[in-house]
């Protein structure tokens, strides 16, 4: 009875192992029913909003009241309620929770853990900090361009102790101008488009790549918290750094990162931080899915720095136009999505793609 007891014991821890990262509960992106869908349901303090980004709550709300605010102008993405290409950030911050990856990595504390504040997110986080830049500060672009409402006055707060993160618009601005500059473009060009004369499908590609210059001006301006990558095993950094990479590929390609293409995207990414030893496509602990999606974000990476940076060169040479734009995002559903699609037909098709721009 007792080695019966045991055997379950672990085919649950098993099952529990193997099991990828939960980011949909009820449908919608994890304790998205716990968020708050009007700004007055933030914190606010002698009239001004004060959201604590450092609660994850807080955080996943700041992405509702984005897409909430920006659904009204977002007509030229599709015909239904979550064509928005801001769902790709909700649901991949419930991926970070879920994964451990907004932990403290460096166990001084219990932000974060199960031993703690399991909503805590870590300063310490590299995960987390990287997200802020496509979080907080976008946020507070949005509520300078008055998505938020008239004049309404948006401070971050900051836990005791913790420097280098700009909390109000103005010392974004200050601190990271090119950042705060591209998302007040993509802002106010939603706002434009309204009244543009130019069809759907040209609008739409103007807006995605409007918001991906944005995504992009956070994610270079995120090398501020590199530092805190020592924190974790060479497995994950690697792997951090090839999460990273990928987004140039998304971007170059105005990947619509609506609801469902991004669920498809983000399930399969691992659903643990990555150990010493774990090497894809053979992690034991990982489904087929994890262990392909981090082989393929690997080889992109790794065939890159061998080719000088040519391969990114290549890709975004190839997007020229509306019509490679959206043949580079089959090809990219194709390779991180198909494990039949071989690798070297992804680099024959972009080196023959770049000859006809």
């Given at each position: ?12 821890l ?19 029913a716990?968020t ?21 709550l807080?955080?996943m709300?700041?992405?509702r ?20 290409p ?10 970070m ?12 504390t ?31 672009s ?74 992009m001006?956070?994610?270079y301006a995120?090398?501020a ?10 497995a994950?950094v ?59 974000f ?35 559903e ?24």
């Open positions: 009875m007792l080695r019966l007891t045991a055997l379950s014991i672990v085919l649950a098993a099952v529990s192992l193997t099991s990828a990262a939960v980011i949909l509960e009820n449908g919608m992106p994890i304790l998205w716990q708050a869908s009007q700004v007055t349901e933030l914190p606010i303090q002698n009239g001004i909003v004060t959201p604590d980004p450092w609660h994850f807080n955080r709300s700041l992405y009241l984005m897409i909430a605010a920006t659904d009204p102008f977002m007509g030229s993405m599709g015909p239904t309620a979550t064509e928005n801001m769902w790709g950030l909700p649901l991949q911050l419930g991926w929770l879920t994964s451990g990856r907004l932990a403290d990595p460096t166990g001084t219990t932000c974060g853990h199960q031993t703690g504040d399991t909503m805590c997110i870590s300063p310490e986080s590299w995960w987390g900090c990287v997200n802020y830049f496509a979080s907080a500060i976008p946020f507070l949005a509520a300078q361009q008055g998505f938020m409402g008239d004049q309404v006055q948006v401070q971050m707060q900051v836990p005791a102790g913790v420097e280098g993160y700009c909390t109000t618009y103005a010392s974004c601005a200050a601190q990271y101008p090119d950042v705060i500059s591209k998302w007040d473009a993509f802002f106010q060009a939603l706002k434009a488009a309204a009244d543009s004369p130019l069809p759907d499908n040209e609008k739409k590609d103007s807006l995605l790549g409007l918001y991906w210059v944005a995504q001006a956070s994610t995120s090398a918290c590199n530092a805190r990558q020592s924190y974790y095993s060479s994950e690697s792997f951090a750094n090839s999460w990273l990479n990928s987004a140039e590929y998304i971007a170059a390609a105005h990947f619509q990162s609506n609801f469902e293409k991004s669920v498809a995207f983000i399930t399969p990414l691992p659903g643990r931080i990555l150990q010493e030893g774990d090497s894809a496509p053979n992690i034991a602990d990982m489904t087929q899915e994890e262990n392909h999606t981090l082989y393929i690997s080889w992109m990476k790794n065939i890159n720095s061998l080719l000088g940076g040519t391969l990114v060169r290549m890709w975004r040479s190839a997007m020229c136009s509306v019509t490679t734009r959206e043949k580079g995002r089959e090809m990219l194709q390779l991180l999505l198909n494990p039949s699609y071989a690798t070297s037909s992804f680099l024959s098709i972009v080196t023959g793609m770049t000859t006809s721009c």
